[in-house]
Nanobody, 115 residues
């Protein structure tokens, strides 16, 4: 079965860093565009960063210059490096995969930025 498993979340202080990982299985990872979304309490789910099959990236304005999305096709894993974290980055972060045929979601990992 298809699985997307996020990890790496936790509690960090403002200005700190975290790296999230999303391990994929059950589909052809190299043929999927990968996206990180996040959802804070009481807010809509929002797109954070996307990486295409070819490796092109796109970011929400709120995270540009601070976050970096990358992928390792040999490991079937997508990453989100988060630097200079702010309290407003606090949210559940979800991994999403899109292929020509379907789309998939992970369960999410909690990121809390607080002093």
């Amino acid at each position: 079965q298809v699985q997307l498993v996020e990890s790496g979340g936790g509690l960090v202080q403002p200005g700190g860093s975290l790296r999230l990982s999303c391990a994929a299985s059950g589909f052809t990872f190299s043929s999927a565009a990968m996206t990180w979304y996040r959802q804070a309490p009481g807010k809509e789910r929002e797109l954070v960063a996307t990486i295409t099959i070819g490796g092109s990236t796109n970011y929400a304005d709120s995270v540009k210059g601070r976050f970096t999305i990358s992928r390792d096709n040999a490991k079937n894993t997508v990453y989100l490096q988060m630097n200079s974290l702010k309290p407003e980055d606090t949210a559940v972060y979800y991994c999403n995969a899109v292929t020509h045929y379907s789309h998939y979601w992970g369960q999410g990992t909690q990121v809390t930025v607080s002093s």
